[in-house]
């Protein structure tokens, strides 16, 4: 941790029942971290963008991963057509094959939540999707091409409001 990063922390009290205690130590201990804190500021992280999907507009970017079974192209054809509508959104893709002709998809998302959230009802419909879960946070990926006349900078400027 750097010093301006120290510069900018901010201290909490906070009272719990001792056995929540107990256990958030044990899970310390259990991850290697350094401090309670650490821990905390990770369970928060996750809560409040677990809270921005739920907040329309709220840009997010995470994973979406499905398990499927591959009995038939059909599946996969319409995997892939569903990926088609939600282009914006659907970063990339990685596959792999599992047993009993079942197939694990991994999809790097970023949009507003209320598309994500749509993305996820389209693939869940699909017949053969067995399991899908969205993992999302509120940091996101830095913009990957300019348009035409924009410095690189600009779009993430513009998000950020600086």
């Known amino acids: ?19 929540l205690l107990e256990r958030l130590d044990a ?12 821990m905390i500021a990770e369970l928060i992280r996750h809560e409040l963008a677990e ?3 739920g907040v329309d507009g ?13 009995d038939s192209g ?4 319409a995997l892939a057509q569903t990926q088609i509508e939600f282009l914006k959104e659907v970063i990339s893709s990685q596959h792999v094959f599992l047993e ?6 991994v ?10 959230k749509a993305l996820c009802d389209r693939l869940r419909q699909i017949r053969g999707v067995q399991q899908i879960k969205l993992v999302c946070t509120t940091a996101l ?14 779009d993430s400027q513009r998000r950020t409001g600086a």
Do not use: C, K, W
């Not at 899970?27 to 650490?38: I, W, Y």
């Not at 994973?63 to 591959?70: E, G, S, V």
């Not at 998302?109 to 209320?114: A, I, K, L, R, T």
């Open 27 to 38: 899970m310390v201990a259990e991850r290697g971290l350094p401090s309670r804190s650490q």
């Open 141 to 154: 990926l830095p913009p990957l091409h300019a348009h035409a006349g924009q410095d690189p900078g600009e």
């Open 107 to 116: 999809l790097l998302v970023q949009g507003p939540s209320e598309r994500l």
């Open 1 to 19: 941790m750097t010093l301006d990063t120290q510069s900018q922390l901010a201290r909490l009290s906070v009272s719990l029942p001792a056995e």
């Open 58 to 70: 709220a840009v997010l970017a995470g994973t979406l991963t499905l398990i499927y079974r591959a």
């Open 100 to 105: 009993e002709d079942q197939s694990l998809e």
């Open 74 to 77: 059909r599946v996969r054809q």
């Open 51 to 53: 809270h921005s999907e």
